[in-house]
């Protein structure tokens, strides 16, 4: 945790709870004394400088995780895997903060489904203070009147063994879904159901951590804090027409609905993008483009109707990030995946011969790589 305060009314004074600051130097502090109302004030403390960096890891940090009672604290989210673990094994009482799709990895999952662990009450957007160092963004990011600078992260939740509601409620009301021929149609050719999920994404969200990497600008493309795969092997290159491109961020100011986009389910959370490359790269290209300095080092950004997006009012840039695209999320073998994006193109801009070829080549060298992990 970064900071000058810590703000706590849910501690109870006599627990032993430390307050890692994860900058350099890095220091434990032990809370000595309580304020009225419970709040802990931090005139009465002490401090203490590590001999290491902070890594929870560290045989330092693991020596002050046995002396406390309660752990609170965001782990590093790259890292959430092996923290929550160390936590689970170490037997103690926790309340950290993690990004929703945690709940999804493979790791992770069976400890809530063995009553491990379980998500606390609130999820979504949350603010949070950042030291007055901290480099102001162009979006979900606010100064408020004291001067405090806050950022905004979505798809945030709590993960918990601590005694909650939520604690209480069977597993069959949260994890299963009865399945109904209306909702997931029957196929004719086969016994099996098609099962396909309907998710709702901002533009906000879609270009949040918005890269091109590789020396032609488009190879390695990701999108939706990097879960997003927008160029996998089997998609064609970049070809929008200007034209095009500037239809669809038109269609996105005045609000009109520009179709709906097909995503793959990937790995640990991650997608491909089936359908829709061309729209998602016209607006990223657009949106993810914050300031003229953003502007000079992106070669690939474009204006629309001699405005590039930073040049807009405030309320039409937020109307933009606002916008909610509709995904529609396919779980298959790469196989099925293949399949699925050869049948969507052909309704919309038709694949070559050619293009066509590289995807029933690519679903080979897939499913040979798979049958080789090990």
């Known amino acids: 945790m970064v900071g000058e305060r810590l703000d706590s009314s849910s501690?109870?004074?006599?627990?032993?709870?430390?307050?890692?600051?994860?900058?350099?130097?890095s220091y434990k502090f032990e809370i000595i004394s309580s304020d009225r109302d419970g709040q802990i004030g931090l005139p009465d403390y002490v401090k203490t400088p590590l001999e290491g960096n902070g890594d929870f890891r560290s045989p330092e940090c693991l020596a002050l995780l046995e002396k406390c009672d309660i752990v609170v604290t965001n782990p590093p989210f790259s890292l959430m895997k092996e923290y929550l673990t160390l936590l689970i094994n170490s037997d103690k009482q926790f309340l950290i903060l993690g990004n929703m799709n945690h709940a999804m990895y493979a790791e992770i999952f069976p400890y809530l489904f063995r009553r491990q662990v379980w998500l606390g009450h609130n999820s979504g957007h949350f603010w949070f203070r950042v030291p007055d160092y901290y480099e102001a963004k162009g979006t979900d990011f606010k100064v408020d009147d004291d001067g405090q600078k806050w950022r905004r992260m979505g798809?945030?939740?709590?993960?918990?063994?601590?005694?909650?509601?939520?604690r209480h409620q069977l597993l069959v009301e949260t994890l299963y879904k009865k399945c109904t021929a209306e909702e997931y149609p029957q196929y004719d050719n086969f016994e099996a159901i098609h099962v396909i999920d309907?998710?709702?994404?901002?533009?906000?969200?879609l270009i949040d951590g918005y890269k091109e990497k590789g020396p032609d600008g488009i190879e390695g493309v990701v999108a939706y804090g990097g879960r997003l795969d927008v160029r996998p092997a089997y998609q064609r290159e970049y070809i929008y027409p200007d034209k095009d491109?500037?239809?669809?961020?038109?269609?996105?100011?005045?609000?009109?609905?520009?179709?709906?986009m097909y995503?793959?389910?990937?790995?640990?959370g991650r997608y491909e993008l089936m359908d829709g490359q061309q729209r998602t790269i016209s607006?990223?290209?657009?949106?993810?483009v914050r300031d003229e300095a953003d502007r000079q080092s992106y070669e690939q950004c474009f204006s629309v109707?001699?405005?590039?997006?930073?040049?807009?009012p405030e309320d039409q840039k937020q109307s933009i990030r606002d916008y909610v695209l509709d995904i529609y999320v396919c779980?298959?073998?790469p196989s099925e995946v293949l399949d699925w994006f050869k049948i969507i193109n052909i309704a919309g801009k038709v694949l070559s011969p050619q293009e066509l070829r590289n995807t029933s080549y690519i679903v080979i060298v897939l499913e040979k790589a798979q049958s080789e992990v090990v």
């Open 263 to 268: 995503w793959a389910k990937a790995t640990d």
């Open 155 to 166: 798809n945030i939740c709590w993960f918990t063994n601590m005694d909650i509601e939520k």
């Open 245 to 260: 491109r500037d239809e669809v961020i038109r269609s996105v100011k005045k609000k009109f609905p520009i179709n709906v």
């Open 283 to 288: 607006i990223c290209r657009y949106a993810a």
């Open 198 to 205: 309907r998710i709702q994404v901002t533009i906000q969200e």
């Open 331 to 333: 779980d298959g073998t």
């Open 305 to 312: 109707d001699n405005l590039y997006f930073f040049n807009l």
């Open 11 to 25: 501690l109870s004074y006599g627990k032993r709870a430390f307050l890692l600051i994860a900058d350099k130097p």
